[in-house]
Antibody, heavy 113, light 111 residues
């Protein structure tokens, strides 16, 4: 069955960097678009970024553009989110999403103010 | 950036029918926005119910349906069950530069 397992979350100081990973299994990873979606504590969902199946096309929400980079390694069935210059408002659970259909359980990133 | 609007909260009686809507600040919602609907219960990851306006996943209960109504995307729940109490989010596609925008969510109470 489809599994998406995020990792790499934690507490990080403002201005620092963090890289999230999402290990995918149960489907042909290299054939599908992948997304990152986040949810701040007690708030709604926010779409963050998307990457095409071959990794050549990437698009971002305005709130993270220029600071976050989405990437993938199809040989490892893994999706990444490199987050630089982190801000307190980036505090959220980050979800890896396959084609907007299957969701991981999320990983929490906390940037204290 | 476009703003996607949803009712903040709705209440439905058990066995009743309710329609949640999803509007866009840029105008009418069309099939070209590829509307999605997600259900999220407290402490859980979201679950996709509807994609491309009205298509269902294998796990989507038959009592949920999606459509376009009056210039908005709509999610209709017919025969509400207590387990349908949750937050519901819609998602719309706009363009390649700022592709996807979520609505603020609707808290649905079954009471």
């Amino acid at each position: 069955q489809v599994q998406l397992v995020e990792s790499g979350g934690g507490v990080v100081q403002p201005g620092r960097s963090l890289r999230l990973s999402c290990a995918a299994s149960g489907f042909t990873f290299s054939s599908y678009v992948m997304h990152w979606v986040r949810q701040a504590p007690g708030k709604g969902l926010e779409w963050v970024a998307v990457i095409s199946d071959d990794g050549t096309n990437k698009y971002y929400a305005d709130s993270v553009k220029g600071r976050f980079t989405i990437s993938r390694d199809n040989s490892k069935n893994t999706l990444y989110l490199q987050m630089n210059r982190l801000r307190p408002e980036d505090t959220a659970v980050y979800y890896c999403v396959w084609g907007l259909g299957h969701w991981g359980q999320g990983t929490l990133v906390t940037v204290p103010s | 950036q476009a703003v996607v609007t949803q009712e903040p909260s709705l209440t439905v009686s058990p066995g009743g029918t309710v329609t949640l809507t999803c509007g866009s600040s840029t105008g009418a919602v069309t099939s070209g926005h590829y509307p999605y609907w997600f259900q999220q219960k407290p402490g859980q990851a979201p679950r996709t119910l509807i994609y491309d306006t009205s298509k269902k996943h294998s796990w989507t209960p038959a009592r949920f349906s999606g459509a376009l109504l009056g210039g908005k995307a709509a999610l209709t729940l017919s025969g509400a069950q207590p387990e349908d109490e949750a937050e519901y989010y819609c998602l719309l596609f706009y363009d390649d530069t700022r592709p996807w925008v979520f609505g603020g969510g609707t808290k649905l109470t079954v009471l």
